[in-house]
């Protein structure tokens, strides 16, 4: 077994570095936002509306405001000189998307059960929660929309001031008329459609902000769970008019995020505003049962595919039309969600003609943003549900499907016909390891033998073949998709006096385990041990720069930015060498923390004595700086693209309808792998993330746009008890987009996993005349589909 | 969350306990509190005074009586999933009981707690009604009775009256087949639809989460016990039940499942 | 009210109001933040401390319900030298933690089942850790670890 802090040497990468995060977090000595102690801090609580949709007719805030310890109860009226502007979209995906005035607090209408309609502030958590059950709201109640095919009607229109519930149509569709040629033409076509159902991310720590204000020097600090402080700190700027240079946003440790904390919420506006109002530390921690409605969610999509097919089974062409759900409102970067699956339509295969198109649709729900793949896994379930489809209509097998359509391995770099530039893979090798690592055949061999004893226990395997674009991004794709920012990263690697090494880096870990990762990267460019480098981050304070970490672009743009930097420090250093041995720089070599002359080894200068000489400046070449240290900024030229074979095998009991999972194997291509215990780590949790979409989850509303499954005995996040171990394999295909070969892999499994689940459910079942289930495919969905399937 | 404001008192015998009761209109006992705090934490319940008889330790036991196992209301899950006395005269209580929640929530969870709560959803009310056990109910004017039969009246409602205390439950030894099939989407979870069958000389069968309390499924027993197969009797499983539908299942589906778990259950049971 | 316990093996004392959770309790009024809630329902297990060596969800006991009890939090695990339970090191070992913020539930959750069962079986460790929620690690690496932890107890 390796450990962490004896590890050094060029030889780093590639190794499974235990986490030098972990002591701190298995000691409880870790501190998340709800830790921090700051003493006289205000509690603020949030009522919450209990109708879907409705005009507040009057609010009666007075008994709450006289219980002990209130300290004050406000509404949108009361607060609404408090802040700039309304809540950020920073993502207008079209140049005339709707997108709604959207306040901390409701102003006039509630438009979904969770929307802010008063907030309390009192001495005590207890007393500010208690005051909640004091306020009176009486609402007018209005038919809610809750149904995406209604609400693209316009029968009943959410928001009156623009009209309609459509925010926008987006469409990408490079040649149509090729497409209905391609249509017209074939000989085989299917036509599909999924519904991506509402999902409740449900990081395990829910949000929580504390701002401490100094009303005196006029300065802010947010600590926040946040996975975006960078972010953050720029539109709550923005948003609650306070000058940048007085914001100072921190991210502590923050549990999981998987999208939901890349935000910017209603209570980080209000515990800002409200710190500057009442000039005293506010902080607030979401309950549970609030997260489940005052978070975001994810997914919520209407998927319709059709593949067009020629007499072999090769698909000539896609054609894609989504109706998605943003909620009531556009949070941060809601409308773009839809965009991030637009190009991955035709998956991992070679198919020339290629059409899509979204209409983005307002609910009476919560509004949805990022959740772990964002766009991404819809893509790759439409598109790997569509081929099995395929298969099943051509009689040819879901392996054999996908082996006639895979995007050949010599065609890349590969210009995909919705207009990527997809950087390496090898499909074909992955897959044949995927399928010889679970014993395919001898799988097969059991199904058929279940089916031929007329079990009650039935075996399914799926297939699921992915591909990604991660590395999010270059910045100028981001303007033409009109995303608001851009897609760098930077870091700073500097040398210390005493040739301790210090990193800042603009990524904010929550979970990834980045603070190894990149001491991994620094540790082997310059040889030096991995303990005496340390990792800064999540402090606007100390990292000024920073795009944070979604996406899983952490590695592939932040650990570029990092590994770029490490170089600079490295050639500064050897500048100083050279000139203390009086040599060039040509003749010197570095190995280990030193330099040596080429040639002559005894002649030797330590990388410490060439920090100390950056420090002391007493004798630097002619022109250099002070100090040994370099910036960078990274803005990668491409995206990356992970790609994988995940392979299913279910048991579905035929009888109740139950699905229980046996088996999982996944082989994965990240690229070039830094830390394969923090890959598998990454690919694990993914999995049983998208597992989790395809048997257990569903954001459930009633008629009257309650959510159902508000708590988590209710959401069904799986435990230990429902999943098994998973295997695990890999092929390693180097990214050429960037120096370290690396793809990404933070979302790998949740993308790949879904599909394979319920391509394996189906498959399990599809002899009997079974062609869909939706998800969740819970026992009582199973049962009517081998009921409905068995009647026919 | 947190409950709303309430009083607490720590009652130093049962005597005590029911004189708190008596004095109040809404004092609620607690005792390893998973029943009830759940609920006060969500504000679903808000009693005025708490009476906390959880230290009351003359109420934890599993006694060999003979015919009859003896628990004390206030003996926990994981107390009945390990007892040796369990296991031997009355093995099916002692599954059920390690069917209930999780480790964490056995370790508090008491079986009189349970069957105070008299939740259809839950395990263990299913189970004594299994095993025809009699509870035994103490109050100022003294302590009477009640078969499991007539206990469970209504949603989250017991023959417990204001001022009575669960002290006991008398459960039949058995000697026959027994079996508890435990139907959920995960481990922790109530049961979607749970089934307890005790052969024990006739055969007695119960029903998890079919209706407001736990219930016979009479239909099936008396099929079972005047001969007919296991799959004709386990046909009747939900006959005279008028099952919830909620988000895990509708109603339809549960008398399905019904079916499908009596004719386990029973088969298990005969095996 | 005044409530009294020991916690980690320390007498402490505090009044407080009788609604107040243990898991506040530790939390709020002694200042172990090591403890998380992460639901309102007994779900997630992420409150997961001892009392009197047993597992139990400190979001679901009254402080009250504590008094003169013994418990331990996750503070209480390493010893006092800074070495770390072999529960913890186990995690580490194994990755059995991403984020971390399940983790103190996860591992009181474990130590106190390895208690019950020493030698168990992957699926017992999966079932004795039902009532614990992860969002992070897909529970690959946590039943690894606590199955680890098992095996080196033994040795």
Known sequence: ?792 | MFPSTFDYVRAGSVAEAISILDGSEDAKLIAGGHSLLPLMKLRLAAPSTLVDIGRLSELSFIEDRGDHVAIGALTRHRDLETSAVLKNSVPILSHVAGEVGDPAVRHRGTIGGSIAHGDGASDLPAAVLALDATMVVRSAAGERTVPATSFFKGFLETDLAQGEVLTEIRVPKTSGGWSYKKFNRRAQDWAIVGVAVVRNGSTRISLVNMGSTPLRASASENAINQGASIEEAAHLASEGIDPPSDLNASAEYRRHLASVLVRRALQEASA | ?155
């Open chain 3, 1 to 155: 009210m005044q409530v009294t316990m020991t916690v980690n093996g320390q007498t402490v004392s505090r009044d407080v109001e009788p609604r107040t959770l243990l898991v506040h309790f530790l939390r709020d009024h002694v200042g172990l933040t090591g403890t998380n809630v992460g639901c309102d329902t007994s779900s997630c297990g992420a409150c997961t401390v001892h009392v009197n060596g047993e597992s139990v969800k400190s979001c679901t006991m009254l402080a009250v319900q504590a008094d003169g009890q013994e418990v331990t939090t996750i503070e209480g695990l390493a010893s006092a030298e800074g070495e770390l339970h072999p529960m913890q090191k186990a995690f580490q070992e194994n990755h059995g933690l991403q984020c971390g913020f399940c983790t103190p539930g996860m591992v009181m959750a474990a130590t106190s089942f390895l208690k019950e069962n020493p030698h168990p079986t992957e699926a017992e460790v999966r079932l004795g850790l039902e009532g614990n929620l992860c969002r992070c690690t897909g529970y690959h690496n946590i039943v690894k670890s606590v199955l680890a932890a098992a095996a080196s107890a033994g040795e």
């Open chain 1, 1 to 792: 077994m390796t450990t962490t802090e004896t590890t050094s040497g060029s030889k780093v990468l590639g190794q499974r570095v235990l986490r030098r995060e972990d002591p701190e977090l298995l000691t409880g000595e870790a501190k998340f936002s709800d830790d921090l102690a700051i003493p006289g801090a205000l509690h603020m609580a949030v009522l919450r509306s209990t109708v879907a949709h409705g005009r507040i007719t009057s609010i009666d805030t007075s008994a709450a405001r006289s219980r002990p310890g209130v300290v004050a109860v406000y509404t949108y009226q009361d607060l609404k000189d408090d802040w700039a502007g309304p809540m950020p979209c920073a993502w207008p995906v079209t140049a005339d998307m709707k997108n709604p005035a959207h306040f901390p607090l409701a102003n006039g209408n509630v438009n979904y059960v969770g929307d802010g309609v008063a907030v309390v502030v009192a001495e005590s958590k207890t007393a500010a929660v208690d005051a909640l059950e004091a306020i009176e709201v009486d609402y007018e109640e209005l038919d809610p929309v809750l149904d995406l095919e209604e609400s693209i009607s316009d029968s009943n229109v959410i928001h009156s001031e623009i009209g309609t519930n459509l925010s926008y149509t987006w469409e990408l569709i490079p040649n149509k008329d090729a497409v209905d040629e391609a249509f017209a033409k074939a000989a085989h076509t299917v036509s599909e459609r999924y519904i991506q159902q509402r999902l409740v991310p449900s990081a395990m720590e829910p949000r929580s902000v504390v701002v401490v204000p100094a009303p005196f020097g006029g300065d802010y600090t947010v600590y926040s769970a946040t996975q975006v402080p960078h972010i953050l700190k720029v539109m709550l700027a923005l948003t609650v008019g306070i000058s940048e240079t007085k914001l100072r946003v921190v991210a502590p440790s923050v549990g999981g995020g998987f999208g939901s904390k890349l935000n910017v919420y209603a209570e980080e506006v209000l515990a800002l505003a409200l710190a500057r109002k009442l000039r005293r530390p506010v902080r607030w921690t979401e309950e549970r049962s609030e997260n489940a409605v005052a978070t975001i969610h994810g997914r919520g999509q209407i998927q319709n595919i059709e593949l067009a097919a020629d007499a072999d089974g090769k698909v000539t062409a896609v054609r894609v039309n989504l109706v998605a759900d943003m909620g009531a409102y556009l949070q941060l970067v809601t409308p773009g969600i839809p965009l991030l699956g637009a190009f991955l339509y035709h998956g991992v295969y070679d198919i020339p003609n290629y059409s899509f198109t979204c209409r983005s649709v307002f609910t009476n729900k919560t509004p949805t943003d990022a959740y772990r793949g964002a766009g991404r896994p819809e893509a790759t379930y439409a598109i790997e549900r569509a081929m099995d489809a395929l298969a099943r209509k051509l009689g040819v097998s879901a392996v054999e499907i996908r082996k006639r359509n895979f995007i050949p391995a010599e065609s890349f770099p590969y210009s995909s016909s919705a207009g990527l530039v997809f950087d390496s893979g090898d499909y074909l090798t992955n897959f044949n390891k995927a399928l010889d690592m679970v014993g395919m055949d001898e799988l097969l061999a059991e199904k058929k033998l279940r089916i031929d004893a007329g079990s009650r226990k039935l075996l399914g395997i799926g297939i699921s073949f992915f591909v990604e674009m991660c590395g999010l991004a270059p910045s100028r794709v981001l303007a033409s998709l009109n995303y608001g920012a851009g897609g760098w990263e930077a870091a700073t690697v500097r040398i210390l006096p005493t040739s301790k090494i210090q990193v800042v880096t603009g990524t904010a870990p929550h979970g990834q385990g980045h603070e190894t990762a990149w001491s991994m990267i620094v540790a082997e460019k310059l040889g030096v041990p991995m303990a005496d480098i340390e990792v800064l981050h999540s402090d606007t304070a100390i990292a000024p720069y920073g795009m944070d970490t979604y996406g899983s672009r952490s590695l592939a743009v932040g650990g570029t930015a990092i590994h770029i930097a490490t170089e600079r420090v490295l050639d500064k250093a050897k500048a100083i060498a050279a000139h203390q041995l009086e040599v060039a720089e040509e003749d010197l070599d570095y190995a280990e923390g030193i330099f040596t002359v080429k040639g002559s080894p005894d002649r030797a200068f330590p990388l410490a004595a060439a920090a100390f000489e950056a420090f002391t400046a007493h004798n630097l070449p002619d022109g250099m700086e002070p100090n040994l240290e370099a910036s960078v900024t990274w803005d990668p030229p491409n995206f990356t693209f992970p790609y994988g074979s995940h392979i299913a095998v279910v048991e579905v009991d035929t009888e109740t309808g139950k699905v229980d999972l046996v088996r999982y194997q996944a082989v994965d291509d990240c690229g070039n792998r830094v830390n394969p215990l923090i890959i598998e780590g990454q690919v694990h949790g993914g999995i049983a993330q998208g597992v989790a979409q395809a048997l257990f989850e569903e954001a459930a509303y009633d008629s009257a746009g309650n959510l159902l499954s508000a708590t988590l005995a209710d959401y069904l996040v799986p435990s230990a008890a429902e999943l098994p171990s998973f295997e695990l394999g890999e092929t390693v295909t180097p990214s050429p987009t960037n120096p370290l070969g690396v793809k990404g892999i933070g979302e790998a499994g949740t993308i790949a996993s879904t599909p394979a689940v319920m391509n394996a459910v189906v498959d399990a079942l599809s002899h009997l005349g079974v062609e869909n289930i939706e998800m969740p495919a819970s026992p009582e969905r199973v049962w009517r589909a081998i009921d409905g399937a068995t009647r026919r």
